[in-house]
């Protein structure tokens, strides 16, 4: 719209203000900010954006390539992928502990990310390097980051964590999207070309599968809970509420499958199965800090469940979680 597009302009001069002909790299993680980030900054200086997306092997069916589609492919930014996922799943064999798993692919993350960043800063190849680093921070993050509130909560998960990353790195900071609330960034992403569709996702955890795999994460578990969400997410799409008009994906604040690493007893035709089992999660929620379970149709959950079960070899039991938070979390982990 109006007010958006001239928005749009501002923040392009600001950017190549503040960049002047220098060069700079992004951490591209797939989510709504970071690809808002991308694209404003490509749409102000172009080829100086190189962004950096790091797949960890834990991220969603098809979404690795649906992010380079999007980014490199249509809005035509530099991309660099890394695929990283044998390096992740190396390092998370054996670890059963949530936060360990947090950590281990925190760490990792950083790891993988600053030896990219390395290599960008060395000029050469037709670059002169980069020379700042820019983060989709928005509004709310700088209130909470700053404010008194971080102070007094209470630790409950440890978020993915790359503060400080500018300064380790030895680059400047670009925040573009700094004085933006979510649903400004949202508004900006359609001005920007890019899909609804991606404006409009789901917030999805930077561990990603990682923490809706129990326990120990396996190639094999993510295999199968990565068929499993997509069934769960492609019907909650194509599901209509008829008294709102809008899809139960709309209508939901996250929705996901978890696996869960136990087998339970199933028939199949004449045999019998002895298979995983998979939970169904939908929330509905204004600030993620308290939910409620979504109360589905019966018939988008039978549909889903045996969906799953037919589709998927390997599971033989979908569940469907009724637990609000508190005392539940959104994730199981
Ligand atoms: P919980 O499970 O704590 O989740 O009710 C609240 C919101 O935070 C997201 N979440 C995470 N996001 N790294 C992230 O980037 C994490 O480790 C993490 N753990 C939870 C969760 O998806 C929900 O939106």
Known sequence: DWVMGNYVDEAVAKIREQVGDEEVLLGLSGGVDSSVAAALIHRAIGDRLTCVFVD?????????????????????A?????????????????????EQKRKTIG?????????????????????????????????PDVIESGGAKSKKAVT???????GGL?????????????????DEVRELGLALGLPREMVYRHPFPGPGLGVRILGEVKREYADLLRRADA???????GTVDPATGKNWYELTSQAFAVFLPVKSVGVMGDGRTYDYVVALR???????????????????????SSRIINEVRGINRVTYDVSSKPPATIEWE
Do not use: C
Request: without cysteine; negative net charge; proline residues 3%.
């Open 156 to 162: 409950i998960k440890s978020h993915h964590n790359v």
């Open 107 to 139: 760490n990792l993350f950083v790891d993988v990310f600053k030896a990219e960043a390395a290599k960008l800063k060395e000029a050469g190849g037709g670059h002169q390097g980069v020379t700042f680093l820019a983060q989709g921070t928005i509004y």
């Open 56 to 76: 960890h092997g834990l991220l969603r069916l098809h979404e690795g390539d649906m992010v380079m589609d999007m980014i490199a492919g249509k809005l035509h």
């Open 231 to 237: 069934i769960f997410i492609e019907e909650l799409r």
């Open 78 to 98: 530099r991309v660099i992928r890394v695929d990283a996922s044998d390096l992740f799943l190396g390092k998370l064999a054996g670890i059963h502990d949530p």
């Open 166 to 182: 500018p300064e380790q790195l030895g680059l400047k900071l670009l925040e573009p999207l700094r004085d933006l609330f979510k």
């Open 282 to 304: 939908a929330v509905q929620t204004t600030d993620f800090m308290t939910a409620d379970w979504a109360e589905l149709p019966y018939a988008l959950l039978k549909r889903v």
